[in-house]
């Protein structure tokens, strides 16, 4: 069965573009998932909607509601959901080109492969992708992908572009957060010396079919 892409549209660098598609670069398929079953049956067990106060209630009773503070909710309509909803756009601009180092890594999130779409597209992306390289940095550009606007990263990778979407800002939690209760120290410089030399014993290339769960294995 053809993987089915994400989103298809075009990519625009320019005064230069070409229709793409945008295809998972990760798969879940290798993940072991388990459902609920009666005992004794092997039925499927169906979740109830329950309020703690009234008991079971019908779907269409329920309502979306956000918490604004402990216990308290403002209610949202459907109608008001769908009247911010940013429509999908057919258009992946290169707004600008960065050092991948100046991207924080907290920021990467889920991989992409960006492929030409169809065989008429593949000058037009293979111009692209080449200057891209050429260039050896980051492109960053903006889509709206099911209802949400996503900053893309674009690089070249082999006969294609390895797109990643990066996180907001308000997704990153402050690292001083959580490092500010660490206490300051400066370590015996024998001790640093001998992990040092421990980490250039245990230098290697990076093997991904070395990194298996062993837990989905068993």
């Given at each position: ?30 993940e072991v998932h388990f459902n609920m079953l009666h005992k004794n049956t092997h039925n499927r067990i169906r979740m109830i909607p ?76 293979s111009v692209i992708r080449e200057a891209m390289k050429k260039a050896r940095k980051v492109a960053l550009g903006r889509l709206v ?63 991904p079919s070395q990194f298996t769960d062993r837990y989905e294995d068993a």
């Amino acid at each position: 069965m053809a993987t089915r892409p994400t989103w298809q549209g075009y990519l625009r660098l320019s005064l230069v573009s070409c229709p793409v598609a945008l295809y998972t670069a990760t798969s879940r398929s290798g993940e072991v998932h388990f459902n609920m079953l009666h005992k004794n049956t092997h039925n499927r067990i169906r979740m109830i909607p329950t309020d703690p106060e009234s008991g079971p209630v019908d779907r269409s009773e329920i309502v979306k509601g956000y918490e604004i503070e402990k216990g308290r909710y403002v209610v949202v309509t459907d109608e008001e959901i769908k009247a911010v909803k940013l429509e999908t756009t057919r258009t992946l601009d290169i707004e600008r080109f960065v050092d991948e180092a100046d991207i924080d890594r907290l920021y990467w999130n889920d991989p992409y492969f960006l492929t030409p779409d169809g065989d008429m597209a593949v000058e037009a992306f293979s111009v692209i992708r080449e200057a891209m390289k050429k260039a050896r940095k980051v492109a960053l550009g903006r889509l709206v992908m099911h209802q949400r606007e996503r900053l893309m990263a674009l690089e070249a990778h082999d006969k294609g572009i390895l797109a990643y979407t990066i996180r907001n800002k308000r997704e990153v939690r402050d690292a001083e957060e959580i490092f500010s209760n660490i206490k300051a120290m400066k370590p015996p410089a024998s001790m640093v010396e001998i992990a040092a030399k421990i980490i250039s014993q245990q230098e290697g290339p990076f093997d991904p079919s070395q990194f298996t769960d062993r837990y989905e294995d068993a």
